[in-house]
C-alpha cells in the first residue's frame, strides 16, 4: 500500500495546492513541500525497511508490489512493484521534487496553485513510470507526465516558451504512440501463442516471437526511450525545452523525465527483446558515443548557460546509453550511478542557472564575468558542481563513468576508446562555464546578493549525496544487486 | 405487426408521441423553458423504456426492423446526446431571441431518425431513417434564419445531402436488382448461396453505399461540405451533427457491413482503406491551417472518421466492441467540444469562433476552459480521458489485424493533431490582453442549462477515461454483432 501512497501524496499534493492557492499563495507552496517530503519519507522508509525479497515474477529482487484490478475485461490491471532499480529512481525523484518545490518559492509568483498542481502531477506521472508493471499502466503514466510539463514550460517559461513547448510535447507524444503500437504487437503476439490478453509484465517476459517481429517490437520501444533520454539523432527538442521552461520544470526534467527513458531501456527493451537488443547492442552504443562526443562539442559552443547544461546533459546521458547496452553488471550499474548523479548534478546546475538569473535577468555568459568577487557562495557551489559535472575522482559522476568504461571495455573496445575522450571534452566545457561566468573582468556593476539560506538548504543536501556517492557508493551496488540478474541476458 | 412488436419499438412509439405533444404545445402556448422540459421528458421516458424492452432482445419487428441490444446500446448513445443538445440549444437560443421553440421538434426528429437507423435490417428503414434525420438536420442548421451564415451552410447541406441521398439510393437499387432483396437477412443468405463477389452490379451498388454514407460520415474525398456546415451552423447543431448523425451512420453501415460480411469483397476493403488514410492524413493536415475552433474541430472530427474506420477495418471480433467504444467517446467529447463553443457563443457574441476569443479563457472562466482542455486532450487521446481509451482501441484494433499502413497513419495523423489541439490549449492558456466580453451572463437559467450538460459531459469522459470496465465490459456483452 506505501506504493500507492507515493503516487497519492503528490496527485493529492497537486490538487490541495490548487485549491488553497486563492486564500495565499504561501499555502500552495506548503502544501506541496509537504506533499513531496511525505514522498521522500516513504521512499527513506521503503530504503531502509528492504527486507527480503519477495518472489513475484522470474526477476528477482522485488521488494514489494500492489496489484488492484483495473481493466479486466482488456488484461489490464494496476500493478506497482518496486525493486532497487525503481527504489533509486523514486527517492531521486522525491529529492528533486522536494528541491524543485523549494526553488520555486520566490521564482514563481503568478498563478502559483496552478503552477504546483503540474509541478507535482508529472513528477507524480514520473513515479508511476518507476513503479508500473503493466505494460499499459506503464504507458498510462508516461503520457501522464507529459501534459502537467507542456503546461509547465508553456506558461511559465521564458522567451520561446510556446515553441519549445509544442516541439517536446510532440516529439515525446509521437515516440510514446510507436511504443504504444509495440506494446499491442506484443500482446497480440503473446495472445497468439498463449490465448491470453494480458498487459502484465511478468507474463509478457519470454513471449516466443519470430527474429523479425522481435526486431521491429524492440525498435519502437528503443525509439521511444532515446527520444526521451535522449540519444543522438532525437535530441533535439531538449535544449528548448530545458533552455525554455522554468528552473523547477528544467530540474524535474533533466533529474526525472530524462531518467524515464533510461528506465525503460532497462526494465524492458532489455528482458523483454534479449536477442532483439543484443543484436541491436553495437547501434545502440555507437549512438551513445556520438551522444557524448555531439553533446559535449555543442555544449562547449553555447553562449546560454542553460543551453550549455542541456547541452552537457546529452552528453552525460549518452554515458548512460553505452553502458545499459554494453549489457554486463559493471557497466549497468554505471549508467545507474550515471543516472542519479546526473539527476543530482544537472539539477543543480540548472537551480544555480535560475539562481544567477534571479538577479541578473539574463542566461547568456556574455553578459556575465567576474562574479566570483560578488557572489562568490555562488561561485563556489557552482564550482562543486562543475567539477561534479566533468567527472572529478571523488564524486558521484566520477564513479558512473568510470564504470562504464570499464564495463562497456569488454564489450567494444573501439566505442569505448571514442567515448572516454569525452571526459576530455567535457572538461573543456566545464570549466569554460567557471571561466566565462565567474572569472575575467566584471562585466556588469552593482552589488548583487550572494546565496541565501533558503537556497543553500536546497544546495547542502545535494552536495553531500554526491560526495557520499563518490566516496561510498556501496550503498547504491547494494540495492541495485538483487535486481542485475533479471534484466542482463543470460 | 403486432402488439408485442409495439411494446418491443416503446421507445420509438415514446418519441412519435413525444414529437406530436411537443409540436402541438407549442400550438397553443409558446414557452421556452416547457418546450425544453418537454423534450427532455420525452427523451427521458423513451431512454427507461430502452431497458424494460431490452429484455426481450433481440426480436425482428416486421422486416424493417430489428431490434437488439446493437440498436439499443446506440438508441441510448443517441438519446442521452440528444439530451446534451438541448440543454445547449436551450442555453443558446435564450441568448439569440427569436422563435425557438420547434427546433426542439425537429431535435426529436432528427434523433428518431438515427435511432431508426441504428435499428433498421431492411434498405428501406435505412432510407427511411437516414432522410427523417437529414431532413430534420437541414432545418437545424437553417433555424437562425436571419443570419447569413447558418442559411448558406443550410443550403449547401441540403443540396450535397440531397446529392448523397440520391447516390445511395441508387446504390440500393443496383444491389436489390443483383441479390432481389431488400433485407439484410436474406442478402446475406442469398449471398452465402450465390457467387456475386465480383458481379459488377453488386461492386458498384457498394461503392455508391460506400459514397452515399460517406458524404453523411464525411470521409476524405467526400468532406468537402464539413468544416463550412460546421462553421456556419448554430453551435448546438454542429454539436449534434458531429455526433448523432456520425453515429448512427456509423451504426447501420457497421452492422451492414458485419452482416454481409462485406470484408470479403477485397476491392472494397482496399478503398475503405484508402479513404481511412486519406481522412486521417487530410483531416489532421488541414486543420493545421485554421484559425476558426469550429473548423479546427470540423477537420478534427473528419480525422476521428478516420481513426473510427481503422478500428471498423478490423476483420475479427475486435471491430465491433473498438467501434462501439470509440463512437461513444467521441460522441461524449463532440459534444463536450462543441457544448463549450456553444455555451461561450450564447453569452454576447454571436459565434465564439475565431481562436482570438479564447485567448486567455482560463484565467477568466477557468471551469469553461478546464472542461474545453479535458476535452482537447480527449480528443488528442491523452490519458485519463475518454479519447485515450479510445484511440488504444483502434490501435489494437489495427494492430489485430497487423495492417501497418493503417496503424502508422493513425500514429502519425494523431502527432500531427496534437499541434492545432495544442494551439487552442495554448490560447486557452494565454496571458489575457485585455478582460474579454466571454465573462459576462445574463440569464441565470440558460446559464444553468449549458453549464449543467458540460459538466455532464465533462464527468463522463474523465470517468469511462479512467475506468472503462464497466462500459468495455456492457459492450463486449451486450452489443455483439452475428
Avoid at chain 1, 556501496?474 to 535486481?483: A, E, R, S, T
Amino acid at each position: 500500500m506505501l506504493l500507492a501512497w507515493l503516487l497519492i501524496a503528490p496527485a493529492a499534493g497537486g490538487i490541495l495546492a490548487w485549491i488553497a492557492a486563492p486564500y495565499g499563495k504561501q499555502w500552495a507552496r506548503w502544501i506541496s513541500l509537504a506533499a513531496m517530503l511525505a514522498d521522500l519519507a516513504i521512499a527513506i522508509l521503503l530504503w531502509m525497511r528492504g527486507g527480503p525479497a519477495i518472489d513475484i515474477g522470474p526477476q528477482g529482487g522485488w521488494l514489494t508490489q500492489l496489484q488492484l484490478p483495473w481493466i479486466p475485461s482488456l488484461g489490464i490491471s494496476f500493478h506497482l512493484a518496486l525493486d532497487g532499480l525503481s527504489l533509486l529512481m523514486v527517492l531521486l525523484t522525491a529529492i528533486l521534487g522536494v528541491a524543485s518545490v523549494l526553488i520555486s518559492w520566490r521564482d514563481i509568483d503568478e498563478r502559483v496553485g496552478f503552477f504546483h498542481f503540474n509541478l507535482l502531477w508529472s513528477i507524480a506521472g514520473a513515479l508511476g513510470v518507476f513503479l508500473a508493471l503493466d505494460l499499459f499502466l506503464f504507458f498510462f503514466f508516461w503520457e501522464l507526465m507529459l501534459v502537467p510539463m507542456y503546461f509547465l514550460i508553456s506558461i511559465w517559461g521564458h522567451e520561446n516558451r510556446t515553441y519549445a513547448a509544442i516541439k517536446f510535447f510532440i516529439f515525446t507524444q509521437a515516440s510514446g504512440l510507436l511504443m504504444l503500437v509495440s506494446i499491442l504487437a506484443l500482446v497480440f503476439v503473446h495472445h497468439g501463442s498463449s490465448g491470453v490478453y494480458t498487459f502484465d509484465y511478468f507474463s509478457l517476459l519470454g513471449t516466443p516471437m519470430n527474429w523479425w517481429t522481435s526486431i521491429w517490437l524492440m525498435l519502437g520501444f528503443f525509439i521511444a526511450f532515446i527520444v526521451k533520454l535522449p540519444a543522438f539523432p532525437f535530441h533535439v527538442w531538449l535544449p528548448d525545452a530545458h533552455t525554455e521552461a522554468p528552473t523547477a520544470g528544467s530540474v524535474i526534467l533533466a533529474g526525472v523525465l530524462l531518467k524515464t527513458g533510461a528506465y525503460g531501456l532497462i526494465r524492458f527493451v532489455g528482458p523483454l527483446f534479449p536477442d532483439a537488443a543484443h543484436w541491436f547492442s553495437f547501434i545502440a552504443m555507437l549512438l551513445g558515443v556520438i551522444g557524448i562526443l555531439y553533446g559535449a562539442f555543442l555544449a562547449f559552443a553555447q553562449t546560454d548557460f542553460k543551453r550549455l547544461v542541456a547541452y552537457s546533459s546529452i552528453s552525460h546521458l549518452g554515458f548512460v546509453l553505452l553502458g545499459i547496452f554494453a549489457f554486463n553488471a559493471i557497466a549497468l550499474q554505471g549508467a545507474v550511478m550515471q543516472m542519479v548523479a546526473h539527476g543530482i548534478s544537472t539539477g543543480a546546475l540548472f537551480m544555480l542557472v535560475g539562481v544567477l538569473q534571479e538577479r541578473l535577468h539574463t542566461r547568456d555568459m556574455r553578459e556575465m564575468g567576474g562574479l566570483w568577487q560578488a557572489v562568490p557562495r555562488i561561485g563556489a557551489v557552482t564550482l562543486f558542481f562543475v567539477l561534479a559535472s566533468l567527472g572529478l575522482p571523488g564524486l558521484g559522476n566520477f564513479v558512473g563513468e568510470f564504470l562504464v568504461l570499464l564495463g562497456s571495455w569488454p564489450a567494444n573496445l573501439a566505442l569505448t576508446v571514442v567515448g572516454a575522450c569525452g571526459l576530455v571534452v567535457s572538461v573543456i566545457y566545464s570549466l569554460a562555464i567557471m571561466k566565462r561566468v565567474f572569472f575575467g573582468p566584471r562585466s556588469g556593476t552593482g552589488i548583487l546578493a550572494d546565496m541565501g539560506v533558503r537556497e543553500f538548504t536546497v544546495m547542502a543536501p545535494m552536495i553531500v549525496i554526491l560526495v557520499l556517492l563518490g566516496f561510498y557508493p556501496q550503498p547504491l551496488f547494494d540495492i541495485l544487486q538483487p535486481m542485475l540478474g533479471g534484466v542482463l541476458p543470460p | 405487426m403486432t402488439l408485442a412488436d409495439l411494446y418491443t419499438i416503446l421507445p420509438f412509439d415514446v418519441m412519435t408521441v413525444g414529437v406530436v405533444v411537443v409540436m402541438l404545445v407549442i400550438a397553443f402556448y409558446r414557452h421556452h423553458a416547457l418546450t425544453l422540459g418537454l423534450t427532455l421528458l420525452t427523451i427521458a421516458v423513451a431512454f427507461y423504456w430502452l431497458f424494460p424492452t431490452g429484455a426481450i432482445l433481440p426480436r425482428q419487428v416486421t422486416p424493417l426492423f430489428i431490434i437488439d441490444a446493437y440498436a439499443w446500446y446506440y438508441g441510448g448513445m443517441l438519446l442521452v446526446t440528444a439530451a446534451g443538445v438541448a440543454l445547449l440549444a436551450y442555453a443558446y437560443f435564450h441568448e439569440h431571441g427569436g422563435v425557438r421553440e420547434e427546433f426542439y421538434v425537429l431535435l426529436l426528429t432528427a434523433t428518431l431518425g438515427g435511432m431508426v437507423l441504428a435499428a433498421s435490417s431492411h434498405f428501406a428503414s435505412l432510407f427511411l431513417g437516414l432522410e427523417l434525420l437529414s431532413v430534420s438536420l437541414f432545418g437545424m442548421v437553417g433555424y437562425t434564419v436571419r443570419r447569413a451564415g447558418p442559411l448558406e451552410a443550410a443550403l449547401k447541406y441540403l443540396i450535397l445531402t440531397g446529392l448523397s441521398s440520391a447516390l445511395l439510393l441508387f446504390g440500393l437499387a443496383l444491389i436489390y436488382v443483383t441479390l432481389g432483396t431488400m433485407q439484410f437477412g436474406v442478402i446475406v443468405r442469398v449471398l452465402a448461396v450465390s457467387n456475386t463477389l465480383n458481379d459488377p452490379y453488386m461492386l458498384i451498388g457498394l461503392a455508391l453505399i460506400v459514397v452515399g454514407l460517406g458524404f453523411k460520415l464525411s470521409l476524405v474525398p467526400f468532406h468537402m461540405w464539413t468544416p463550412d456546415v460546421y462553421q456556419g451552423a448554430p453551435a448546438p447543431v454542429t454539436a449534434f451533427i458531429a455526433t448523432v448523425s456520425k453515429a448512427a451512420v456509423f451504426a447501420v453501415l457497421l452492422r451492414y457491413w458485419v452482416e454481409i460480411d462485406a470484408y470479403r469483397f477485397s476491392t472494397v476493403y482496399l478503398v475503405l482503406t484508402i479513404i481511412a488514410i486519406a481522412s486521417m492524413l487530410a483531416g489532421n493536415l488541414l486543420a493545421l491551417m485554421q484559425h476558426s475552433v469550429k473548423r479546427i474541430l470540423a477537420y478534427s472530427s473528419i480525422a476521428h472518421l478516420g481513426y473510427l474506420l481503422v478500428a471498423f477495418l478490423a476483420t475479427d471480433g475486435q471491430a465491433v466492441s473498438a467501434v462501439n467504444y470509440y463512437l461513444a467517446a467521441y460522441v461524449l467529447t463532440s459534444l463536450g467540444a462543441f457544448g463549450v463553443v456553444s455555451v461561450l457563443s450564447s453569452s454576447d457574441r454571436d459565434e465564439a469562433d475565431d481562436l482570438n476569443d479564447y485567448r486567455g479563457l482560463f484565467w477568466r472562466r477557468p471551469l469553461t476552459a478546464g472542461i474545453f482542455t479535458a476535452m482537447l486532450l480527449s480528443l488528442a487521446g491523452i490519458p485519463f480521458t475518454a479519447g485515450f481509451i479510445a484511440k488504444f482501441y483502434a490501435l489494437a484494433a489495427g494492430v489485430s489485424i497487423a495492417s501497418w499502413w493503417l496503424v502508422f497513419t493513425l500514429v502519425a495523423g494523431s502527432a500531427i493533431g496534437l499541434f492545432y489541439y495544442l494551439r487552442i490549449i495554448v490560447a486557452l492558456y494565454a496571458t489575457p490582453a485585455a478582460v474579454g466580453g466571454t465573462g459576462r451572463r445574463t440569464h441565470a437559467g440558460a446559464a444553468v442549462a449549458g453549464a449543467l450538460a458540460l459538466a455532464a459531459f465533462a464527468v463522463a469522459v474523465v470517468w469511462i477515461g479512467v475506468y472503462p470496465d464497466p462500459l468495455i465490459r456492457f459492450i463486449q456483452q451486450a452489443t455483439t454483432l452475428t
